[in-house]
Structures are given as C-alpha cells and as structure tokens.
C-alpha cells in the first residue's frame, strides 16, 4: 500500500468520526462539542432550526433553542466521500431522523403535528482545520417526512441517560 493511500484511508475514518460525533452530540445536546465540529466560516443549508446561509455560532444557537427539550434521533448512513483537494473533501450521506418536539410545539417540517420522522441526504464539504478535520458546508435534503400525530406514544423516560464523557471527544 503507498503512503497516500493510506493516509486517504486515515482521512475518510477522520471523517466518519466527525460525522458520527455530529449525530451524537446533536441528539445528546452536547452544544459546546457540537460547535467545535464546524469551521469557523461554516456555511449551512436546509435546516429547520437555523436559516440558510447560518454561521456555525448560529446554527448551534437555533438547534441548541428548537431541540433542548426535545427527543431526537439522526442516524447517517453509506458515506460516498471524495478528496477534492490534499486537505478537502466532499461527502454525501444518507439520513434518517426523528424529531419529537416538547412543551405542544410544532415543527416547521410538520405543522400542527408533535413531530416528524425525516428521510433525506446531507451534502457535506469537510476540511483540515488547526489539523483536524471540521465541517465547513453543510446541506440537508429531505426526501420525505412523516408527521408524528399529536396522539403518537410519548417517550419513556426511565431509561439509562448517555455518558457524556465516555469519550474524551
């Protein structure tokens, strides 16, 4: 195996990481980690909880007031990443998420419904920033999206809460 072969596999695993701590860190309310995912001149698109064009600072500030009282869920799926330059990458992933708002809030994907279940695709650019990989763009596309009925089951919650820390992150 070359040397640039193998650090391409090293960068796409970096990659998968950052994407996968997303998720979590996003449905474990996690704001400050969340943050440091994302370059400072982060751009994004399509989301409900910040409008498009949002800087990074912004979109944390929109998810983190949409979503604290909220149950989530985002699961990201078959990565298609390619390098476009030594230290960018573009990626597409396949999403699904379920988003269950509390306090009788309706979401702007569903309204006049409790929640919604999504299907769609992220349309990502990652680069090395202070060399680690960051986000710097981020798309949400949406294929679909089940309303959650103001009667759907409330979620339990006596279940074990996540650990924070179990990660250093």
């Known amino acids: 195996m070359r040397a640039h072969d193998l650090d391409s596999l090293l960068a796409l695993e970096e990659i998968k990481r950052l994407k996968a ?7 474990t309310k996690q704001w400050d980690r969340l943050r440091s995912l ?18 990074a600072d912004q979109f944390v ?3 983190a007031g949409r979503l604290t009282d909220a149950v989530t869920i985002h699961h990201c799926h078959m990565p298609e990443i390619e390098f476009i330059a030594p230290h960018r990458a573009r990626g597409v992933w396949a999403m699904m998420d379920l988003v ?14 409790r929640g919604f279940h999504g299907l769609g695709h992220y349309e ?5 920033v202070d060399g680690a990989w960051k986000f710097c763009f981020l798309r ?10 103001l009667d759907h089951p409330l979620p339990r919650t006596d279940l074990l809460a996540h650990s924070p820390d179990w990660l250093p992150g």
């Not at 994302?38 to 800087?55: K, N």
């Not at 949400?140 to 009925?149: A, G, S």
């Open 38 to 55: 994302f370059a400072d001149d982060t751009v994004f698109e399509g989301f409900g909880s910040a409008p498009t064009g949002s800087t």
């Open 100 to 113: 269950e708002l509390g306090g009788g809030r309706s979401p702007k994907e569903a309204p006049g419904h």
């Open 124 to 128: 990502e650019e990652y680069r090395v």
């Open 21 to 27: 701590a997303y998720c979590r860190y996003l449905d």
């Open 61 to 63: 500030a929109g998810v």
């Open 140 to 149: 949400l596309t949406r294929l679909r999206v089940d309303p959650l009925p």
